[in-house]
């Protein structure tokens, strides 16, 4: 059996699907950079080309997955005084 709580196992798996798609992300990036070069060169946005772009872009895409993993992830469940050691020994 796992000495996990269930609180924990969800934080893990939210946490490790968040990396997935950050991953995956990141990969697209890399990928981009590696096999389409002159694609990253294009510009986009105020002539800013797809590399700066994209570069930035996954900058705030992981600032914003940290908050959205503080703002999903549960915290243990306060323990029950009654469940306290010191009691189940009087």
């Known amino acids: 059996m796992s000495s996990l709580?269930?609180?924990?196992?969800?934080?893990?798996?939210?946490?490790?699907?968040l990396f997935a798609i950050y991953l995956a992300l990141y990969l697209g990036f890399v990928f981009l950079n590696a096999f389409s070069a002159s694609t990253m060169e294009q510009p986009?946005?105020?002539?800013?080309?797809?590399?700066?772009?994209?570069?930035?872009?996954l900058i705030l895409g992981a600032l914003v997955m940290a908050l959205l993993y503080g703002l999903l992830?549960?915290?243990?469940?306060a323990p029950d005084k009654t469940d306290s050691p010191e009691e189940a020994g009087q």
């Open 5 to 17: 709580s269930k609180s924990e196992r969800y934080n893990a798996r939210l946490g490790l699907w």
């Open 44 to 57: 986009m946005i105020a002539g800013l080309n797809l590399a700066i772009i994209y570069g930035f872009a």
């Open 73 to 77: 992830c549960r915290s243990e469940a």
